[in-house]
C-alpha cells in the first residue's frame, strides 16, 4: 500500500468580490511510497504549494481527498511535518525550544524532549546556537531549525515547500546535501516542492512536473541516480540529460505561465 | 547632525534630553522672574520648589501621593485584569469580537471624566468611584488594542504551530500569547500613562485626598506654586513608571528588542 494517495484532489479558489473563481489545480493524482523523496517542479503560481497545503491539511480540497497511511486527512497534525519558505520559527523561542515545540505539545518528558533536541541539533549543525533566538541566526540557520523542529516529531512524511528557496546559491547548496544526508540516513519520506531544476533532480528520486495554471501534474519522472549523492554529480552527464529534459519541459509551462499573465 | 534617520550616540542622547529640561526651566525663570508674568497666575521655579518642601514637611503631601498611586495602580490593574484576557478572546476568535466589538468601540468613547457625577451618585465619594472613574476609563482602550494585536498575530506561525500539532488551546497560549505579549505590555505602558489623567480629574471632584484634590484646595488659597508643584510631582511619577515599564519589558522580552 502507497504511504500517501493523493486522489482526484483539485482546488478553485472563489472568485474575489464577484470575479472569476481560480482554478489553482486540475484534478491531480499521486501515489508516495514509503521512503521516496519526490520534487514536485513547476513554474511560480501553478499551484505546487496549493497540492502540498493540502496534504497538510491546511488548505481543504475541493474535491477529492488524501490518504495517508489509508487515514483520510482533514486538518493539520504531527505525523506531516512542514517546512515553509518563509521563515515560520517562533521568535520568542529560542533554537531548542522551537525544536521542542510539538514535543511539548505531545506531552513528552523533559528528559526525553533534551535527548531529542540535541541529536537534531547536532543532525543540523547547530550545535553552540540552541540558546540563540531565531533573529540572531542567518536564513540557512532558521531553516535548519526549521527542519529540525519538523524532524523532531517523527512525522510520517515531510512536506517541504521550497525551504531553501530566500537562501543565496552556496547556503542553498549545503543545505541541499544537508538534507539528502538526513533522508539517506534515516530514510524519511518527502515531498519537496521546487522551482529550481537542479535541485529538483539532486535531491528526488521522483520529480512529478506541473504545468502552469490552472496546475496538474504533466510528467513524472525516475531519477535514477546513485546514493550516497555528492554535490560533484551535478556536473555529471547523467545528471545534465535530465536536466536537459526537464528544462524542456518546465520551458514550455513557463513561457505558458508568462503568456497568461498578459 | 541634522542627518534623517541617523542615530544619535546614547551620551549625546541624554545629554540633549537633559538640555531640553535646563531651557525648558530657564524659560520659566525668565517670564516669572522677569516680571512677564504676574506671580498671581504664575509661581517662579523657586517659589515652587520652596512650595514643594512645605507641602511634604507642612501638610503631609506624601501621604497625598501615596493615596494617588494606590488609586492608580489599583484601578488600572483591575481594568487590566480583566481587559486583556477578553481582548486575547477577541483577536483569537472572530465570533467573539462581532460579539463584543460595536458595543466596546461605543463605550470606549464615553468619557470616563462625565461618568463622575453618575459614578457619584452610585457609589459616593469613597475609593470605590475614584478607582471606577480608572476602570471605566481604562478597561475599553485596553479590550480592543489587545484585540488589535492579537488578531494581527502571524498566520504563518499559526500555521507552522498547527503542522507541529498544536490544537485551540496550544495555538492561543503557545503562539498567539507569546508572540503579542510585548505589544500587549507596551499597550498597558500606555494605557497607564492615560490613566494618571483620570485620576486626577476624579480627585479634582468630591475627593478629601490625594495629588488633584491638593491641586483643587492650592487653587482656592491662590497657590501657583503648590499647583505646579502637584502638575510636577505628576509627571515625575509618570517617567519613573514609564522607565520601570520600559526596563521590566525588555528584561521580559528579549527575543523583542534584539535588532
Known amino acids: 500500500m502507497s504511504k500517501l494517495r493523493i486522489e482526484n484532489v483539485s482546488r478553485v479558489f472563489p472568485g474575489v468580490r464577484g470575479g472569476e473563481p481560480t482554478r489553482a489545480l486540475e484534478p491531480t493524482n499521486l501515489s508516495v511510497e514509503d521512503n521516496d523523496f519526490i520534487t514536485i517542479l513547476g513554474p511560480s503560481g501553478c499551484g505546487k504549494s496549493t497540492l502540498l497545503r493540502i496534504v497538510a491539511g491546511l488548505d481543504q480540497p475541493t474535491t477529492g481527498q488524501v490518504l495517508l497511511d489509508g487515514q483520510a486527512v482533514r486538518e493539520p497534525g504531527p505525523d506531516r511535518g512542514m517546512v515553509f519558505q518563509s521563515y515560520t520559527l517562533f521568535p520568542w523561542l529560542t533554537v531548542r525550544e522551537n525544536i521542542c515545540f510539538g514535543l511539548r505539545e505531545k506531552n513528552v518528558p523533559d528528559r526525553q524532549q533534551a535527548e531529542i533536541a540535541d541529536h537534531f541539533i547536532n543532525q543540523v549543525g547547530l550545535r553552540g546556537f540552541e540558546n540563540h533566538f531565531p533573529k540572531q541566526l542567518s536564513g540557512g540557520m532558521q531553516q535548519r531549525t526549521a527542519l529540525a523542529r519538523a524532524l523532531a516529531n517523527d512525522p510520517k512524511i515531510m512536506l517541504l515547500d521550497e525551504p531553501f528557496g530566500a537562501l543565496d546559491n552556496q547556503t542553498r547548496a549545503l543545505m541541499q546535501e544537508l538534507l539528502l544526508g538526513i533522508w539517506e540516513a534515516a530514510k524519511k519520506t518527502v515531498l519537496f516542492v521546487t522551482h529550481d531544476i537542479d535541485e529538483a533532480i539532486f535531491m528526488a528520486n521522483r520529480v512529478l512536473v506541473m504545468t502552469a495554471r490552472p496546475g496538474k501534474v504533466k510528467c513524472d519522472i525516475a531519477i535514477d541516480l546513485p546514493h550516497p549523492r555528492h554535490y560533484t554529480m551535478k556536473t555529471s552527464p547523467e545528471f545534465a540529460a535530465y536536466k536537459a529534459r526537464l528544462t524542456e519541459e518546465i520551458r514550455v509551462e513557463a513561457i505558458r505561465s508568462a503568456q497568461a499573465e498578459h | ?259
Do not use: C
Open chain 2, 1 to 259: 547632525m541634522f542627518d534623517p534617520l541617523k542615530p544619535v550616540s546614547p551620551g549625546r542622547r541624554t545629554a540633549l534630553g537633559i538640555l531640553f529640561f535646563v531651557v525648558f526651566l530657564a524659560g520659566w525663570a525668565g517670564i516669572t522672574l522677569g516680571g512677564i508674568v504676574p506671580p498671581l497666575f504664575l509661581a517662579d521655579p523657586l517659589k515652587a520648589a520652596k512650595s514643594g518642601v512645605e507641602l511634604f514637611t507642612e501638610y503631609g503631601f506624601a501621604g497625598d501621593v501615596g493615596v494617588t498611586i494606590w488609586r492608580v495602580v489599583g484601578g488600572f490593574v483591575i481594568a487590566a485584569v480583566f481587559a486583556v484576557p477578553l481582548g486575547i478572546l477577541m483577536g483569537a476568535f472572530k465570533s467573539v469580537e462581532a460579539f463584543f466589538e460595536p458595543f466596546i468601540s461605543f463605550a470606549r468613547y464615553l468619557p470616563a471624566s462625565a461618568f463622575i457625577p453618575l459614578l457619584i451618585l452610585w457609589a459616593g465619594v469613597g475609593e470605590a468611584q475614584k478607582l471606577a472613574v480608572i476602570i471605566i476609563g481604562s478597561f475599553f482602550q485596553i479590550v480592543l488594542m489587545v484585540a488589535v494585536i492579537v488578531g494581527g498575530s502571524r498566520i504563518d506561525l499559526v500555521e507552522a504551530s498547527k503542522t507541529l500539532g498544536a490544537k485551540r488551546a496550544g495555538i492561543v497560549l503557545r503562539v498567539l500569547l507569546p508572540g503579542a505579549a510585548p505589544q500587549i505590555a507596551e499597550t498597558l505602558r500606555l494605557v497607564l500613562g492615560w490613566a494618571w489623567t483620570y485620576v486626577i480629574v476624579a480627585e479634582l471632584i468630591g475627593a478629601q485626598s490625594g495629588i488633584g484634590h491638593m491641586i483643587m484646595d492650592s487653587q482656592r488659597l491662590l497657590d501657583t506654586g503648590q499647583m505646579i508643584f502637584g502638575i510636577f510631582i505628576i509627571g515625575l511619577i509618570g517617567l519613573i513608571s514609564d522607565f520601570l515599564f520600559k526596563q521590566a519589558n525588555a528584561r521580559l522580552y528579549p527575543w523583542y528588542f534584539i535588532k
